[in-house]
């Protein structure tokens, strides 16, 4: 009997096998690139600190016109024409300048040029401005009594002497300020002049943009440096009188202390002729009307123009150290 095989079995079918999904991308790495190193910085010395600015100077705006603005502003004049100015128009403001200029005019006139004309005699500016160099005598300490002494009263001054602007400056510009009141008022003066001119019996012929004009034969000469004498008192006068508001806050005070000085510069001085050698000698060089009288003559010597300017600027110097003496107070 055959021997059975056994049936094979059936092979168990395959299951398909889906594709494998694709592996997600992975970006590259960065490579990190090692940072720069920057070297230390050089050691040095830590720099000069800048000057300390003067006290005009902290008020310094930035330049506005190049060196040349900034060498003028550090010069001073601005704030110097900036405060006469102001004190100018201070004398316009208030009565005291009307009231000595209403003084001034008429008794110029009444005594220095209508006797002249009335009585028939040659005029000529010398009498005018001898009259107006011995009347400086009494005007000069009311126009600087009030400069000084009312603002060092009203506790004002403190308060230019801690702003930017600096002593000399103020000093400067006051009796600048006074200077230009003085010429404003004597402005009357060349009236007197264009009179003489016009009344004069001898005449010239003077050509003016081709234009003939006859005018009176007035000698220009002496008509100018007479005029330059009196500016050069003035200044003078002036100067000592803003020396005496500097010293007191009473206005009053100040006037009658720049009156003994100014009359005796003027006047006392000024009998040095009747005084025997060598005290005559002292008191014509002290003297401030001897000095002028080269100048009304129509010479400019040197030593009276000198001593003009000395009198002036040592005023001035005085002054400022007064002001400056505050500090220490």
């Keep these: 009997m055959a021997e059975e095989r056994p049936k094979p079995r059936p ?3 395959r299951k398909p096998v889906a594709p494998a999904a694709p592996a997600p991308a992975v ?3 960065r490579v990190r690139r090692p940072r720069a190193v920057t070297p230390p910085a050089p050691i040095t010395a830590p720099p000069h600190p800048p000057p300390p600015l003067a006290p005009g100077e902290r008020d310094l705006p930035a330049k506005r016109g190049g060196d040349l603005y900034e060498l003028v502003w550090r010069s001073g004049i601005t704030k110097v024409g900036a405060l006469a100015g102001r004190e100018l ?5 208030s009565p005291v300048g009307y009231v000595i200029a209403a003084l001034m005019v008429p008794i ?7 006797p002249a004309v ?6 000529a500016m010398d009498r005018v401005y001898g009259g107006l160099a011995y009347l400086l005598a009494f005007m000069a300490p009311f126009f600087t009594m009030r400069l000084l002494a009312e603002e060092s009263r009203s506790g004002t001054l403190e308060l230019l002497l801690t702003s930017p602007l600096r002593d000399w400056e103020v000093v400067l510009g006051k009796w600048l300020g006074a200077l230009l009141f003085f010429i404003a008022i004597t402005a009357f003066l060349f009236l007197f002049a264009g009179v003489i001119m016009y009344y004069e019996p001898t005449h010239q012929v003077i050509s003016v943009a081709g234009i003939s004009l006859s005018v009176g034969n007035l000698d220009l000469g002496p008509t100018l440096t007479g005029y330059l004498g009196v500016l050069l008192e003035a200044g003078a006068l002036l100067a000592l009188g803003l020396l005496c508001s500097s010293l007191t806050q009473n206005q009053i005070l100040a006037a009658f202390v720049g009156l003994v000085v ?3 510069l003027v006047w006392v001085f000024g009998l040095g002729n009747f005084l025997p050698s060598p005290f005559g000698d002292i008191a014509q060089y002290i003297g401030a009307y001897d000095h002028f009288a080269s100048f009304n003559q129509g010479r400019i010597v040197v030593r009276d123009l000198v001593y003009f300017l000395t009198v002036t600027t040592g005023a001035l110097f005085l002054t400022v150290r007064v002001l400056e003496s505050r500090r220490w107070r």
């Design 11 to 13: 092979r168990a079918r």
């Design 27 to 29: 970006p590259p790495k």
């Design 89 to 93: 128009s201070s004398y316009f403001i």
């Design 108 to 114: 110029v006139s009444l005594f220095a040029f209508l």
């Design 118 to 123: 009335l009585s028939g005699t040659p005029v």
């Design 262 to 264: 100014t009359l005796s």
